[in-house]
C-alpha cells in the first residue's frame, strides 16, 4: 500500500479557519499541475461506552477511536487502549448498534477533491462535525504510489513537502500544514505502510484539532 501523510491545518495565532483557505489551497493543487479526480470521504468517530450500573466497573475500554476509509469500504478500524490498532469488517457497526454497549460522541467527516501531481495522490478537503456544515477544520492527505516503505519514502516525501509550502507561500495564507508523525513502532506497526498507519494519523489530527480549538 503507497504511503500517506495526513496532515492537519494549524492557523496562525488569532485566525481560525474558513472557506476562503480551502478553496486557497485547492488553487494551490491545481496550480501544481494536479489532475483533478473525484470527491473524497473519511468519517472519524470517538466512542464512550454506555454503562447503564455506575457501581459496576466497566472490563471494556472507556473509549476509543473508529475510522471509516473511503478506499477500504468493506473494512473498519479502531483504535483502543491509546495504543491498539485492529481492523475489522465493517458489520461490526452493525454488532455495535444492536448490543448499545458504545455510543458516538463525536463524529467529524473529512471530504473533498483529489488530485493527482505525477506520482503523488493529493486529497484536500475539510473536516466537519457530522449532520453539519459548520468548518472545524482543513485536512490534507499525501499519497506517494510507487513507494509503501515509510523510511523509504521519507525523503521524497519531504522534498515534496517543500514544494508544497513554497507554492502555498505565494498565496499568503494564514497558516500551514502540519506533518504529526506518531511513532509508529508504539502501534507496533512495520515500516511496510498499511491502512493502520492511515488510523494512526488520523487520531493524532483529531488531537490536534481539539487542541487548536482549545486555544
Not at 496562525?12 to 479526480?37: H, I, W
Not at 469500504?73 to 448499545?100: C, H, N, S, T, W
Amino acid at each position: 500500500m503507497p504511503v500517506k501523510w495526513v496532515m492537519p491545518w494549524q492557523p496562525s495565532p488569532g485566525t481560525t479557519v474558513n472557506s476562503q483557505v480551502l478553496a486557497e489551497v485547492s488553487q494551490c493543487a491545481e496550480s501544481l499541475g494536479g489532475v483533478k479526480g473525484g470527491r473524497w470521504r473519511s468519517s472519524l468517530t470517538f466512542y464512550r461506552p454506555m454503562v447503564r450500573d455506575q457501581s459496576v466497573p466497566a472490563e471494556c475500554p472507556k473509549d476509543f477511536l473508529g475510522l471509516a476509509l473511503q478506499d477500504r469500504p468493506d473494512r473498519y478500524y479502531f483504535i483502543i487502549r491509546g495504543r491498539i490498532v485492529v481492523e475489522a469488517d465493517v458489520g461490526i457497526l452493525a454488532i455495535m448498534e444492536k448490543l448499545q454497549s458504545y455510543k458516538a460522541r463525536v463524529s467529524l467527516h473529512f471530504e473533498g477533491l483529489q488530485y493527482q501531481v505525477g506520482d503523488f495522490l493529493l486529497r484536500v478537503g475539510k473536516v466537519v462535525p457530522a449532520n453539519s456544515e459548520n468548518l472545524r477544520g482543513i485536512m490534507m492527505e499525501v499519497e506517494y504510489l510507487p513507494i509503501s516503505s515509510v523510511e523509504k519514502s521519507r525523503q521524497i516525501m519531504e522534498d515534496f513537502l517543500d514544494i508544497w509550502h513554497e507554492t502555498l507561500s505565494k498565496k499568503s495564507l494564514p497558516g500551514r500544514f502540519m506533518h504529526i508523525e506518531p511513532n509508529f513502532l508504539d502501534y507496533g506497526l512495520s515500516d511496510q505502510y498499511s491502512s493502520q498507519h492511515t488510523t494512526v494519523q488520523y487520531a493524532a489530527v483529531m488531537a490536534q484539532l481539539i487542541a487548536t480549538v482549545k486555544n
